[in-house]
């Protein structure tokens, strides 16, 4: 993240109020994309129950900013609206939010910051055409045999067991997940407790954080600054991935499993009891990224275990449903409105655990297709589809059986991992975003968590 594209400042979203009327208008500033030297995008959702007279974003070189500084208005009142700022100085850091103007009343969204090009930067070019995919391995179970695999999507090749050829150690007892950064990678070690940080390129040791109960995954949202999730403690911990320090803990009361990013809102699954059998695993905690105190609490399913973003910029949840038989119900999936933190569609699964136990929704590179796996098999749902899916899109082979998946987010291409016997070593197979086999590696024991290295 050496080229900032934004960074969250201290306003958070507002309701205003004009002669003791409150109006239900709901505004949400989501990201600020496509900064040049003169020019940037800003987009974000307005919601209201009553006419909207003019949206749009307002920005100025000043905090606070308002209508009465520059603006842009919206051509249109869709909910998701986007504003290209023109005409901004080089060099320059600007404040913009959305705004919406209601009963002759402006209401606002959060307000972020950005800083425009150097005048001899050229224009920031599009993230390239991912080449690598790394493949973390889950290993066995307390036999610390976690490992990394490295693929090459342009000639095939496969390092396997990587980390330890080049550091002479074991990654430790169950690789979780995976995060990037600034040419870092980092490793969550669930069992082991740590995380540890490489060189991207050569996979070389850098660091390694310890001092959490049983860390899950990881959310940059700056050089300095990352969220970590925990099945073992009742919060989420904050950290500086720069220096591999800690810097504090959010008490949530919960477990914490997933979580996606809007705006300067941190959404966060509660996945497991299985550490807290005395609360529920039913809910999406909602922290504000500027004040890291928790806003608000989003009730879904049993076991929310995987969430996305979608191409309107709202939530998907995947709720599993639970496996043990006293916390067990069908499995769920549901779609947020990050406005106003409403459900907006629910759908329910027929059956409970061991016949449904939907999880690691993914969603393509359209931000239009989900994607989820359910008893081992692939299954594919429009965001706009009525219905789930009846029948898988993909099927494993006699044996196989679909453990996680990516999405490849140039082309659609679909990967997908499979732990046969959980253990052998394991598969991955790629196919097109139309359930065409491209090509399969074998990787190591139980694959898992995938991610492609950034271009």
């Known amino acids: 993240m050496k080229r900032i594209i934004y ?13 003791g ?16 030297n003169t020019t940037a995008v800003v987009k974000g959702m307005v919601e209201s129950s009553v006419t909207i007279s003019e949206q749009g974003v307002c920005y ?51 307000e972020l910051s950005f800083t425009t090009l150097d005048q001899t930067d050229p224009d920031p070019e599009p993230e390239g055409e991912p080449k690598i995919l790394f493949v973390l391995n889950e290993g066995t179970y307390t036999y610390a045999n976690s490992s990394l695999t490295y693929y090459d999507l342009e000639t095939g090749a496969v390092e396997n067991n990587i ?10 007892d169950v690789g979780q997940s995976l995060a990037q950064n600034d040419g870092h990678l980092y490793i969550i070690v669930n069992n082991s407790n740590y995380i540890y940080k490489t060189d991207i390129n050569t996979i070389q040791y850098e660091a390694q954080l310890t001092n959490f ?35 504090k803990f959010i008490e949530t009361g919960k477990p914490t ?9 941190l959404y966060v699954t509660n996945w497991s009891r299985y550490y807290a059998s005395e609360v529920e695993n039913t809910t999406v905690q909602v922290i504000d990224t500027n004040t890291d105190q928790q806003t608000d609490e989003i009730e879904v399913g049993i076991e929310p275990n995987s969430m996305v973003l979608d191409k ?7 709720c599993g449903g639970g496996y043990l038989e006293e916390w067990q119900d069908t499995a769920r999936l549901y779609c947020i409105n990050p406005a106003n933190n409403q459900i907006i569609k629910s759908y329910t699964f027929p059956d409970i655990y061991p016949f449904n136990y939907p999880g690691y929704l993914n969603i393509d590179n359209t931000g239009s297709v989900l994607y989820y796996i359910d008893n081992g098999k692939l299954f594919k749902m429009s965001v706009d589809a009525a219905e789930l899916p009846t029948q898988p ?21 679909i990967y997908i991992s499979d732990a046969k016997g959980y253990t052998t070593s394991g598969e991955v197979y790629c196919y097109t975003s139309d359930g065409t086999f491209v090509t399969s590696f074998t990787v190591g024991l139980v694959p898992s968590f995938m991610m492609f290295k950034k271009e």
């Open 7 to 19: 960074i969250l400042t201290v306003a958070s979203l507002f309701f205003a109020v004009s002669c």
């Open 21 to 36: 009327k409150k109006d239900d208008v709901k505004v949400l500033t989501t990201e600020v994309t496509q900064i040049t």
């Open 60 to 110: 100025s070189s000043k905090p606070e900013c308002s209508i009465d500084d520059n603006k842009v208005t919206s051509a249109s009142f869709l909910t998701n609206l986007s504003c290209k700022l023109t005409g901004l100085q080089p060099e320059t850091k600007y404040f913009a939010r959305v705004y919406a103007i209601v009963n002759d009343v402006a209401y606002y969204g959060d």
């Open 163 to 172: 980390f330890y050829r080049v550091n002479g150690s074991p990654i430790g």
């Open 213 to 247: 109960n049983s860390p899950r995954y990881m959310k940059i949202v700056a050089d300095d600054k990352a969220y970590v999730t925990d099945i073992a403690a009742r919060g989420v911990w904050v950290i500086n991935p720069e220096t591999m320090t800690h810097i």
């Open 257 to 265: 499993e997933n979580m996606v990013l809007v705006g300067n809102r």
């Open 312 to 318: 309107d910029n709202n939530i998907w949840v995947m």
């Open 393 to 413: 899109f993909i099927t494993p082979s006699s044996g196989g059986n679909f453990y996680n998946l990516c999405i490849n987010p140039h082309n659609g291409d």
